[in-house]
């Protein structure tokens, strides 16, 4: 193997006219190092509140749902309505996330709740995000000990807390924010960065859009203002 | 996948008197244009991220080594093995003995486009292995033991009706009398039967949008999901991606994802966009306790430095077929190979041959929507005009149509020859209705040949106006 | 952009379609020239701009007559073609057929930036807003490929057209969708080009105009061909002979009437 890798590498370097040298590799690096930003689209490099409100039309747009909510207090009440509404059971699968335990659950008994990475038997799974990205509505979720992806994937149903402050404009504004806690990723990415804009959806049969292909069928935001 | 571009005419007549087909073609076709130009029009800095991309595409390849050796250190760095593959079969290999390391099974697959170059679910079966695919239209045509005929819908030809057939076929433990008439429940049973693949399999293979030397990531792009379950649940992640893939940052990365879905679907972002950099990291809840990345090379470096090189920008977004008039009336079967459209006419001949694929260059009018559409600009006319003259070096064209073009030229180079003669043929056409033309039966086929005036150009003006001095 | 010097000198590349199947085109494109102040004369030097062999992949040949077509054309202000495919060979190919010959890459660019298709021409070089003609029918215009996308061409005959007594112009839907003439394409995949074909006639039939027009006679040819065959009424014609008031000095594009 490592004979096909010094063969590609030889490869590429004789139909470039060159090889590889120090100042070459410096270059590269200084690159990554410095990772400038490209021409970055106008649309969501407006204020905070701008920001916010351009975060919500984009994810009804692509059909999520958003409810606002004005504080972590809320949120129990706002899930709740949320499954009532939508006829779905009064259970759910929470991330072992340290953001969600503020949430003062016992204000709605009813709710049953579990924490852990998604079962099969799992209708409605609820996390956090680490950023909304305006831009396009989309949500970044980073995975963790304490922020299982299957959740994110297995169930039917993903209900996301995410507070206003977590929106930031474009991906790149999300990138800085992800490299700034790079430490706690040990200085790399962690195993899985989901850029999620709106629930599954497939136009495979006879081009007609259908949600809930593989990944979940609805994506509902709870917004917290505060 | 074994080729039949050689046979396109064949490919294409059959094509055309294909009633489901033509019917899907037309029913497909227009919206993914519409809603291209509206997502495009939509970003007013479109065009603009258009330059970028091709700018930052070519300064990778420019240093695609650097780069592709700074992505294996990072995916080291990070616990996960990177593979170097120069050809197909070496890339099955390495597949073939990560999947018996693990012991595996069933092994599940997102959409990737290099495991149909490579051929893998053939060799996986072989093997004994059980591969799935779990985009919902790569599932139908596994189903149906089909090639895929679209980039990014690659069953987009299969009406409901289809679809429906393929299922009773298959899915086989199911209640026979149940409805399958409304594309909800195709998908609602699809999402079902690879509901339980996705907890079985042991190994899941994905392909890669993108490579980001920054972080050691691979991206994969979808809608459904299912790549993010192929690559969560198994033990194993194979990513399968070929080498010209590789961008340097993060930042250069949102900017080709910019470009993506806008150009494949009109969508502003797929549903699901996603980094994987490593296994699980320890604490981990999910995720594979395996993070490969097979590269492949399979003729991309031999592409380089040559007049080719700009086609390895592709970032696979379909529009070119999307938008090809060709395309639109015979669909992505007639191609013959892995990939169809304006970019199969181009990256076929290099990786199976022009002896096979050479058709493929030839059939386009040169309309140029390809390019105006690509969000990478990659001068898609320009490089078939370069394998037709490759072709023409190789003697590879039909005997009659050189002749045609070399006596075309000869007397072209000759003012007076060629004024005489257009003179005579002017006559002939008149008098006869046709000119003793062997190529000309492809035009009289289907339209009627318009008659000429009875006289040239050139001789009317010399007889009206004197003629030029010169 | 419009022509200060008086009497701009021009040189007029007819194209082999218009010279065989077609010189009313060419004698409109003269016409349309003198009314707008050119002087006009047809170098004999000319022949084929070298598109088919280009298109087959025969640099050779298509350098020799590139270099051909160079030198008939020198010294003229202007060098005009009725024709987008032609006039887009000589303005955005000729250079970079010509780049590593340093005897001609020069000259090449230099009658590139001279040389224009012809209503693109009279619009945008010598600014015409108008022409003087009468032409009572409904018409559609179908966008040849070249002209649109390696010249610009959209906008310029609908301008003019605009201007002719009596036409009422109907949008084609798909105007830019190729008509599959495509030079040897039409000949080397004539299934294909049928369909493609086929599916521009049954748009032309559906706007219910009584002409089409084009400014290409490859594509017209192909077009007139097509709706001909299928015994359709719609007149064909290039769009420098409404343009000139000269529709009624040849019959439309189509077979000889028995």
């Known amino acids: 193997m490592s004979q096909s890798r010094s063969q590609i590498l030889a490869g590429i370097a004789t139909a470039l006219g060159r090889t590889p040298d120090d100042a070459r590799r410096a270059a590269a690096r200084a690159r990554i190092a410095g990772h400038a930003r490209n021409l970055v689209p106008a649309r969501a490099q407006v204020d905070a509140e701008a920001q916010v409100r351009l975060f919500v039309q984009m994810a009804l747009e692509v059909s999520a749902t958003v409810a606002r909510v004005p504080s972590l207090d809320a949120v129990p009440d706002a899930v709740a309505e949320y499954l009532a509404g939508h006829n779905l059971p009064a259970e759910l699968r929470l991330a072992p996330d340290p953001a969600l335990d503020p949430i003062p659950w016992q204000r709605r008994p009813t709710l049953t709740l579990s924490r852990g990475r998604a079962r099969d038997a799992d209708a409605v799974s609820l996390t956090g995000a680490f950023a909304g990205i305006a831009e396009t509505g989309t949500l970044m979720l980073v995975s963790g000990a304490e922020r299982p992806t299957t959740l994110n994937f297995l169930p039917d149903t993903h209900i996301v807390v995410l507070t206003a402050a977590q929106i930031v404009g474009t991906y790149e504004d999300a990138w800085d924010r992800l490299r700034a806690q790079s430490a706690a990723f040990e200085g790399g990415l962690p195993r899985t960065v989901n850029l999620i804009t709106g629930p599954s959806r497939t136009g495979d049969i006879e081009q007609t859009i259908q949600l809930g292909a593989h990944g979940p069928r609805r994506l509902h935001i709870v917004l917290v203002e505060e | ?258 470009l993506l879905a806008r150009s494949a679907t009109g969508q502003e972002f797929s549903s699901y966009t996603t980094f994987s950099t490593g296994p699980r990291r320890p604490g981990d809840l999910d995720g594979p306790e395996q993070f490969h990345v097979v590269l492949l090379d399979n003729g991309r470096s031999a592409l380089l430095g040559t007049e080719f090189q700009e086609v390895l920008r592709c970032i696979r977004c379909g529009a070119c077929m999307n938008h090809c008039p060709v395309y639109g009336a015979v669909g992505g079967h007639a191609y013959g190979w892995v990939y169809p459209g304006p970019i199969g006419a181009v990256l076929d001949p290099a990786l199976i041959g022009l002896k096979e694929a050479g058709h493929l260059p030839n059939a386009s009018t040169f309309c140029g929507r390809c390019e105006a559409v690509c969000p990478m600009r990659i001068p898609l006319p320009k490089m078939m005009r370069h394998w037709r003259e490759k072709e023409f070096a190789e003697k590879l064209q039909p005997a009659t149509m050189r002749r045609g073009i070399g006596a075309w030229g000869w007397l072209a180079r000759r003012p007076a020859l060629y004024h005489a003669a257009v003179r005579m043929a002017v006559r002939t056409l008149r008098r006869v209705g046709t000119l003793p033309l062997p190529m000309l039966q492809g035009w009289t086929e289907h339209r009627d040949l318009p008659a000429p005036e009875g006289r040239s150009f050139q001789e009317l003006w010399a007889e009206r106006r004197g003629g030029s001095k010169r | 952009m419009v022509e200060t010097r008086t009497r701009p000198r021009v040189g007029l590349f007819v194209t082999c379609l218009v010279d065989v199947f077609r010189p009313t085109v060419g004698f409109a494109a003269v016409k349309l020239l003198e009314d707008a102040g050119c002087t006009v004369e047809v170098p004999r030097g000319q022949t084929c701009c070298g598109q088919p062999a280009y298109n087959s992949g025969d640099r050779r040949t298509a350098q020799d007559l590139a270099r051909q077509t160079i030198a008939a054309f020198e010294g003229f202000d202007h060098v005009v073609l009725p024709s987008g495919s032609c006039a887009g060979m000589i ?168």
């Open chain 2, 1 to 258: 996948m074994h080729p039949t571009s050689h046979a396109f005419p064949e490919n294409a007549r059959r094509a055309l008197n294909d009633e489901t087909l033509q019917y899907m073609l037309a029913k497909s076709r227009t919206g993914f244009q519409l809603r291209r130009a509206a997502a495009a029009q939509r970003l007013p800095e479109f065009e603009e991220l258009r330059d970028q991309g091709k700018a930052i595409k070519d300064h990778a390849l420019a240093n695609l080594d650097v780069y592709l050796e700074l992505f294996e250190a990072k995916v080291t760095e990070q616990g996960g093995h990177v593979h170097w593959c120069r050809t197909a079969e070496e890339a099955r290999e390495t597949i073939l003995d990560i999947c018996r390391n693990a012991g595996a099974r069933t092994v599940t697959k997102g959409k990737s486009m290099i495991a149909e170059e490579i051929a893998i679910n053939d060799h996986l079966e072989a093997a004994g292995f059980i591969p799935i695919e779990t985009d919902l239209g790569e599932y139908i045509i596994q189903l149906r033991k089909e090639p895929p005929s679209h980039i990014i819908a690659p069953a987009f030809h299969v009406s409901k009706e289809q679809v429906a057939d393929a299922f009773r076929a298959a899915h086989t433990d199911l209640p026979p009398e149940r409805s399958l008439e409304e594309p909800r429940e195709l998908i609602t049973e699809a999402r079902l039967m690879l509901r339980r693949r996705f907890q079985e399999a042991d190994v899941g293979i994905t392909g890669a949008n993108l490579l980001i030397a920054e972080t050691g990531s691979t991206i994969i792009v979808t809608n459904e999901g299912n790549g993010d379950l192929t690559q969560t649940l198994p033990k194993v992640h194979v990513v399968l991606a070929s080498i010209e893939k590789v961008v340097p940052t993060l930042e250069d990365a949102a900017t080709v994802l910019r």
């Open chain 3, 91 to 258: 303005r955005k190919h000729y250079p970079a057929l010509l780049a590593d010959d340093p005897a001609w890459a020069h000259r090449a660019q230099h009658l590139a930036a001279r040389t224009h298709e012809l209503v693109s021409f009279l619009v945008d070089v010598l600014g015409v807003t108008d022409v003087d003609a009468r032409y009572p029918d409904t018409v559609t215009y179908h966008d040849s490929c070249s002209g649109l996308r390696e010249l610009g061409i959209k906008a310029q005959p609908r301008q003019l057209l605009a201007s002719v007594e009596g036409l009422e112009l109907t949008e084609l839907p798909g105007a830019e969708v190729c008509c599959g003439f495509g030079g040897t394409f039409c000949v080397k995949y004539p299934d294909v080009s049928n369909r493609m074909v086929e599916d521009k006639a049954a748009e032309i039939t559906a706007t219910g105009a009584g002409t089409v027009l084009a400014g290409d006679l490859g594509c017209l040819m192909n077009m007139a061909g097509k709706l001909s065959r299928q015994g359709s009424p719609v007149q064909v014609r290039h769009v420098a002979e409404v343009l000139a008031g000269m529709a009624g000095e040849a019959p439309p594009i189509g077979p000889a009437k028995a």
